[in-house]
């Protein structure tokens, strides 16, 4: 088992809680008004599963309900305390390892599904122009049909009652609609910041110019915890951001040391770059390379031919 995590540093959590997987299906409570329940969907792209945090007490929040599995469905119902009620359902983003199960948790409970808008709110017009070329979505898998009843705006808050509130702050970078939501001074950061890796950033979902400027955002808010959709908590916010941001940056360079051998596809680099890499994941990998492909691009810094594409060729500008 690995060393409990240091709560010291968000006072109030349980010095018990440890970063080793918890039990699917099994509520735990992380700090008065904050639960936590694991679904049963461990995968790469998932770590031990979808972490379903459940906020409040009596009329509560559950944010991320999580993957179309009953058993989480029943898990979720059966976890809350007698008299207990869902009375609002928040979805960090459509991807079908956090929303499918917002719909029918709501129509259980009569409680209103919140979230940024469709898969497609939020794109920017690099992303919408992809999208409408035909470029599909990678990784975890799109929500197609997620529709909220109700659309939050960055900025907006919610109340949970006790008197606390959620700052919904908007964290685009792995989904264009991504949300994360402030409670005070801890951070729900979804699949933005997580601790046991880095962010999945595919286009046109994933935009690695919006995922740079959304981590600076999360920094300037100097968060004394994260609690990512995905693994144990972030203890160190400020260090886990800025070891992202060295890792974008590095890779940037990777990428930009090997244009200079001369052009290439993103597939080309993947391979020449991750060669670590199973052969499995490699498409992933493109992906990755395709998003910062993009960013160095609409800066300039590299040129796509014949235009910004998975399979188009890119080269250095100026070498």
Not at 67 to 78: M, T
Not at 238 to 260: G, Q, V
Not at 289 to 308: C, E, G, K, M, N
Request: include cysteine; glycine fraction near 10%; hydrophobic fraction near 45%.
């Amino acid at each position: 088992m690995q060393a409990p995590l240091a709560f010291a540093a968000a006072p109030g959590f349980r010095a018990a809680m440890t970063d080793a997987r918890p039990t699917p299906g099994v509520m735990q409570t992380l700090a008065p008004g904050i639960r936590r329940l694991l679904a049963p969907n461990p995968s790469p792209m998932t770590h031990w599963g979808t972490n379903t945090h459940i906020l409040g007490e009596g009329a509560v929040t559950v944010l991320d309900p999580g993957p179309a599995i009953r058993a989480h469905y029943a898990a979720i119902l059966a976890g809350l305390a007698p008299g207990e009620r869902v009375a609002r359902v928040l979805v960090s983003h459509p991807h079908l390892d956090h929303s499918p199960l917002a719909r029918p948790l709501a129509e259980a409970s009569d409680a209103r599904v919140s979230g940024f808008g469709p898969p497609e709110a939020g794109r920017s017009a690099v992303m919408t122009d992809l999208a409408a070329r035909g470029l599909a979505s990678g990784g975890e898998g799109v929500d197609h049909g997620f529709a909220p009843d109700q659309r939050i705006e960055d900025g907006e808050r919610i109340e949970i009652g006790n008197g606390a509130t959620l700052e919904a702050v908007w964290t685009p970078g792995h989904f264009a609609g991504h949300l994360s939501f402030a409670l005070g001074d801890v951070v729900f950061t979804g699949d933005h910041v997580m601790g046991w890796a880095s962010t999945l950033i595919s286009p046109p979902d994933g935009d690695l110019t919006a995922f740079l400027a959304s981590c600076h955002r999360l920094a300037a808010r100097k968060a004394r915890l994260f609690l990512p959709a995905h693994g144990a908590p972030v203890t160190d916010p400020a260090a886990r951001l800025d070891w992202l941001l060295a890792h974008r940056r590095n890779r940037e360079a990777e990428i930009l040391a090997a244009l200079a051998q001369g052009p290439a596809t993103p597939e080309a680099l993947a391979r020449a770059i991750y060669t670590d890499t199973p052969a499995a994941l490699l498409p992933a990998a493109a992906r990755n390379v395709f998003a910062h492909l993009i960013d160095l691009t609409t800066r300039d810094i590299t040129r796509a031919s014949p235009q910004i594409a998975a399979d188009a060729t890119f080269e250095r500008i100026g070498t």
